[in-house]
């Protein structure tokens, strides 16, 4: 009985644990749910009070961005995402579609002067993927050539995509148009990229064509300069007043410092600079020019024009495998060629070309050597010298002349040579003259040579000049084999060199009114710019107008010497 008893109540000890531990549990689950519960309350508090400032901030930053916006727009708000297209075209002018003109006027962009536009890269990819985060972020300034893209479009001209895009243009390129109002500016500090912009004759005045062709600047931009075949890159480095500032009528003052010395090499030419006296050394492969400039300043044009001294150019091939030839020009002809130069030297091996006040063309200024390898790779050493005259041979030729002319009452023609000999020798010249010299029998030619040198002497069938025969092959090939002009005429080498000189239309010449070397082109569309002798480009650039001194008036260009004569009575 006791034992039924003890096991009754020991079950039931038991059972009374475990409904505790159980109640115990069930509290605990309760509470760790309720725990939980109140945990994932507050995070979807957090998140939607983060979403609630994010909008916040959203809403403040585009307030402020609208504000920015009419603050830099001086009222007119206007921006625009459109997809970026690519067309030719020079300056930094962009095409937009229509309903840019209609937004644009109904906010009166257009009483409020030029328009001017911050053109910037949007993203499209997230930060992991950008390659190039400084490419993406970049932003530059425009003007605008008119309201003919389509819609969603916008053409960009190539300054414009070289500066947003330098890498690469992206498949489907999207930017963003702005408006915004630009200060005039008054100081621009540029940097050429590559060296040899500063040898272009007036190339401030290269410069200043080329910004007409733009509305604004901005620092970091590179532009382009186009200086006949030349391409040059500056880097806009300084601006004032602003970091971005209106090129288009303001005067703006231009400081163009030294080109990048750790720039990469580019395969246009480069003036190496030479010293008068002294030696300088190089390499030049086949069918490469290698160029030196050198100057002539007034004191030494002074002792050339007085006939005392002469300029010698030479070139000394130190290897006998290759060959040279020997160019010249005066600038504004940076780079002689052989289609285009002044003076040339064709002869093998070491030549050397002398110039005196004889030649014309011939004066103070700075010139240009152009070393062209014709044969093979060559060594060279190349020297400009300003040289005395030899008085001694000027006395020998007098002493020999007027010899000469004392014994002309006693002297006789020889038959073979037909040079006067005094008759007291004549006989035994004669035999000797025979037995040893030979006159060249060729038409016009005449000279007197030794019968060894006989088969050495030959005449070029086209031209009929005297030769070396080792020179006859190199003088066809210079010559005598056509040329192709760029306009398309073909010509020899000499008629060439004229050609491109004073008829080709594509050469260079300096327009008489902004100073820049452009091509001369056709003849001028007006009659009247063709009387007084205008190129194409003369006449299209002389119609700008410019204040005149005496009165003020507004004036083309090209007919301000007739203004000054016709109501200023000024010769």
């Given at each position: 009985m006791d034992f039924e008893l003890r096991r009754a109540r020991e079950k039931l000890e038991k059972e009374q644990r475990d409904r505790i531990q159980k109640a115990k549990l069930k509290l605990e689950r309760e509470k760790k749910a309720k725990q939980e519960a109140i945990r994932q309350r507050e995070a979807i508090e957090a998140v939607q009070r983060a979403r609630r400032l994010d909008a916040a901030q959203a809403q403040a930053k585009a307030t402020q961005q609208i504000e920015e916006e009419l603050l830099a727009g001086r009222g007119v708000a206007?921006?625009?995402?459109?997809?970026?297209?690519?067309?030719?075209?020079?300056?930094?002018?962009?095409?937009?579609?229509?309903?840019?003109?209609?937004?644009?006027?109904?906010?009166?962009?257009?009483?409020?002067?030029?328009?001017?536009?911050?053109?910037?890269?949007?993203?499209?990819?997230?930060?992991?993927?950008?390659?190039?985060?400084?490419q993406n972020n970049r932003t530059t300034h425009a003007g605008v050539l008119e309201f003919t893209a389509d819609d969603g479009v916008v053409g960009l001209p190539s300054h414009i995509c070289s500066n947003l895009f330098p890498a690469e243009f992206p498949m489907v390129p999207m930017v963003e148009v702005c408006y915004v109002w630009l200060p005039k500016g008054t100081y621009a500090k540029l940097q050429p990229v590559e060296a040899g912009f500063s040898d272009i004759p007036n190339h401030k005045a290269v410069l200043e064509t080329s910004l007409r062709q733009h509305a604004t600047l901005s620092e970091g931009d590179v532009l382009t300069v186009n200086h006949g075949v030349l391409t040059y890159h500056l880097r806009v480095l300084e601006l004032n007043p602003?970091?971005?500032?209106?090129?288009?009528?303001?005067?703006?003052?231009?400081?163009?410092?030294?080109?990048?010395?750790?720039?990469?090499?580019?395969?246009?030419?480069?003036?190496h600079p030479l010293v008068l006296g002294k030696l300088d050394s190089g390499v030049v492969a086949e069918g490469s020019y290698v160029y030196y400039k050198f100057q002539i300043d007034d004191h030494n044009w002074g002792r050339l024009s007085l006939g005392d001294a002469e300029?010698?150019?030479?070139?000394?091939?130190?290897?006998?495998?290759?060959?040279?030839?020997?160019?010249?020009?005066?600038?504004?002809?940076?780079?002689?060629?052989?289609?285009?130069?002044?003076?040339?030297?064709?002869?093998?091996?070491?030549?050397?070309?002398?110039?005196?006040?004889?030649?014309?063309?011939?004066?103070?200024?700075?010139?240009?050597?152009?070393?062209?390898?014709?044969?093979?790779?060559?060594?060279?050493?190349?020297?400009?010298?300003?040289?005395?005259?030899?008085?001694?041979?000027?006395?020998?030729?007098?002493?020999?002349?007027?010899?000469?002319?004392?014994?002309?009452?006693?002297?006789?023609?020889c038959e073979n040579c037909k040079h006067y000999i005094p008759s007291r020798?004549?006989?035994?010249?004669?035999?000797?003259?025979?037995?040893?010299?030979?006159?060249?029998?060729?038409?016009?030619?005449?000279?007197?040579?030794?019968?060894?040198?006989v088969k050495n002497h030959v005449h070029c069938e086209e031209c009929g000049l005297a030769f070396q025969k080792e020179e006859i092959e190199k003088h066809k090939k210079v010559f005598h084999v056509p040329l192709t002009c760029p306009c398309g005429i073909v010509l020899e080498k000499e008629k060439m060199v004229q050609h491109q000189s004073l008829e080709c239309p594509l050469r260079l010449v300096t327009c008489r009114f902004c100073g820049d070397m452009v091509q001369a082109g056709s003849s001028a569309a007006d009659v009247r710019d063709r009387l007084r002798g205008l190129t194409q480009h003369e006449s299209v650039c002389g119609s700008r107008t410019a204040p005149c001194d005496s009165c003020g008036r507004s004036v083309m260009l090209k007919d301000m010497d007739i203004h000054q004569v016709a109501v200023h009575q000024k010769n």
């Open positions: 206007f921006s625009r995402v459109l997809e970026a297209v690519p067309y030719e075209g020079a300056g930094d002018k962009i095409k937009l579609p229509p309903s840019c003109f209609t937004e644009l006027s109904d906010q009166g962009a257009f009483d409020k002067g030029p328009l001017h536009f911050r053109v910037s890269v949007v993203h499209q990819s997230s930060p992991s993927d950008l390659k190039d985060a400084e602003s970091s971005s500032v209106s090129v288009l009528e303001t005067d703006i003052e231009v400081d163009v410092i030294g080109a990048d010395p750790t720039a990469e090499s580019t395969s246009q030419p480069v003036l300029i010698e150019v030479k070139i000394e091939s130190e290897n006998q495998d290759g060959d040279t030839d020997l160019y010249i020009s005066r600038h504004p002809l940076l780079f002689p060629t052989q289609h285009q130069h002044s003076w040339s030297s064709h002869d093998i091996g070491s030549k050397a070309l002398v110039l005196s006040s004889r030649d014309l063309g011939l004066g103070p200024g700075t010139y240009s050597i152009g070393i062209y390898g014709f044969k093979g790779t060559t060594k060279y050493k190349v020297s400009v010298n300003i040289q005395e005259k030899s008085k001694s041979r000027i006395g020998l030729e007098a002493f020999s002349v007027s010899s000469t002319l004392s014994a002309d009452a006693d002297t006789v023609e020798s004549i006989a035994l010249h004669e035999a000797y003259c025979r037995r040893h010299n030979i006159i060249c029998q060729h038409t016009g030619c005449g000279v007197v040579l030794r019968r060894d040198e």
